[in-house]
Nanobody, 115 residues
Framework: QVQLVESGGGLVQPGGSLRLSCAAS????????MRWYRQAPGKQRELVAT???????NYADSVKGRFTISRDNAQNTVYLQMNSLKPEDTAVYYC?????????WGQGTQVTVSS
């Protein structure tokens, strides 16, 4: 059974940093495009960042220059480094793996930015 397990969420003050991790199992990780999504209370889930199997990256305008997505294919893990966090970054962050019609989701990790 494919598993995506996120970790690294928590409570941080505005201006702080967090690094999220998503460990994948039972997939050919290096082939998959990996994404981070987030969903704030009462809002739709939104795409935050993408890294392709070839390690090309793309970001939502709201996080450009603050967030960095990366991957370690040897560890089957994708990361999201989040700097200069703002209260509006508060959300549940989800890891997503996609290859063609195959798509898998993690269970989510809560990020709360508050003083």
């Amino acid at each position: 059974q494919v598993q995506l397990v996120e970790s690294g969420g928590g409570l941080v003050q505005p201006g702080g940093s967090l690094r999220l991790s998503c460990a994948a199992s039972r997939i050919s990780f290096w082939l998959y495009d990996m994404r981070w999504y987030r969903q704030a209370p009462g809002k739709q889930r939104e795409l935050v960042a993408t890294i392709t199997g070839g390690s090309s990256t793309n970001y939502a305008d709201s996080v450009k220059g603050r967030f960095t997505i990366s991957r370690d294919n040897a560890q089957n893990t994708v990361y999201l480094q989040m700097n200069s966090l703002k209260p509006e970054d508060t959300a549940v962050y989800y890891c997503n793996a996609r290859l063609g019609y195959q798509e898998y989701w993690g269970q989510g990790t809560q990020v709360t930015v508050s003083s």
